[in-house]
């Protein structure tokens, strides 16, 4: 049996001759290649400057070193998402402060934040997760009435609205289950030139130049490889193909999942400008259709658990609405080169769900 995984996506022959001409070049680690990728990327989003990064998890630290977060500071951050997020916040020595989510969205609740301001909050990290837009124009108000930064973690939205250009900085993912991938990668996008070159000097230990060195400000080896960015700027041109694919791959299942009880697709908005990177239903008795799916040769997966489960951030209270996408949350077969046959087999062994 001809086994679907639950996320699909190419890489080919584009891919391997850019890196060939990297390679014989001999740009190996971080260099012409890398801004290249970084300037077509900061045109695409209509940004400045982009600085690439070796993953989504380092782009989220080194912003959050770059605009001075420090050890004692206080950094708001959704009990949905990637644990990526609070991750980085806490290695940046900060103190995560989880808000809940949206009860129809698994995005955070701008409503819910004022509460969670105190005297030592520095920063909020708003998550577009699945593409899902956070009302940045709401968020942003209640950044600049207290003074505080705030950093989008678009590790899941690149392309999706204007996720990730809206704040101090907006930090993406270049990982496999994303719209574009280098295998691992990431990049911060800005609009400020001093926060770009802030992030720059945090991408290599704090030194601007390595041949005539001298230490400025603590950093850390964040670069990404001029043989990934060569990666990159081929999946680059690909991605308005993908975008449109994921679209059509989102609505097929629209349509198909529209008469079954038993699961509820969790919106994106398209109309607004919105792109589903995955394909996510809340599922009554979520193990048994997992099951159910998996004897038939499909593979889906279950949503990651509420933040508030990682004891060791010392995130407290209640979570009542992130609780339910976190226990019935699964992400069904999606991806830019998932053929539409496998939607169509998916649909049909749901549909044979008791
Ligand atoms: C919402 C979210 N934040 C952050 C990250 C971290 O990105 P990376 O895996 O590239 O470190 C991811 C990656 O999956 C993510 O989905």
């Not at 226990?327 to 998932?338: A, I, N, T, V, Y």
Request: with cysteine.
């Amino acid at each position: 049996m001809h086994v679907i995984s639950w996320w699909r996506t190419q890489f080919g022959e584009p891919e391997t001759k850019r890196v060939a001409d990297a390679i014989a070049r001999e740009h190996i680690s971080q260099g012409p290649v890398t801004a290249e990728f970084e300037a077509r990327l900061a045109e695409a989003l209509g940004v400045p400057h982009v600085v690439a990064a070796s993953s989504g998890s380092a782009a989220m630290l080194m912003a959050l070193l770059a605009l001075d977060i420090r050890p004692g500071d206080e950094v708001i951050v959704p009990n949905r998402t990637w644990i990526a997020t609070a991750h980085a916040a806490a290695m940046a020595g900060a103190k995560v402060v989880l808000v809940d989510v949206l009860p129809h969205l698994p995005i955070l609740d701008v409503s819910q934040v004022r509460s969670k301001i105190t005297a030592r909050t520095k920063a909020i990290m708003p998550v577009h997760l699945g593409g899902r837009l956070v009302d940045m124009k709401a968020l942003s108000a209640i950044a600049q009435e207290y003074g505080l930064r705030v950093i989008e973690d678009a590790a899941q939205a690149l392309f999706s609205g204007n996720a990730g250009v809206r704040s101090d900085a907006g930090c993406f993912s270049l990982s496999v289950a994303k719209l574009i991938s280098t295998g691992q990668g990431g990049f911060v996008a800005t609009k400020s030139k001093e926060t770009a070159e802030r992030l720059k000097l945090v991408r290599t230990h704090g030194v601007a130049d390595v041949i005539h060195c001298t230490y400025t400000r603590l950093g850390f080896n964040f670069r990404l490889t001029d043989i990934q960015a060569s990666i990159g700027l081929a999946q680059l041109d690909r991605a308005p193909g993908r975008m449109e694919r994921m679209k059509a791959l989102y609505s097929r299942y629209e349509t198909g999942l529209a008469g079954l009880p038993f699961v509820k697709l969790i919106p994106v908005d398209m109309r607004a400008g919105e792109l589903p990177l995955y394909v996510e239903v809340l599922c009554d008795d979520r193990e048994k259709v997992m099951e159910h799916l998996r004897l038939r040769g499909i593979q889906s997966r279950p949503f990651y658990p509420d933040l508030n489960r990682a004891g060791y951030l010392g995130g407290d209270g209640e979570f009542p609405n992130a609780r339910v996408f976190g226990e019935r949350g699964l992400f069904l077969p999606c991806g830019p080169d998932q053929p539409p046959e496998n939607v169509d087999r998916v649909l049909e062994a749901l549909r044979a769900f008791q």
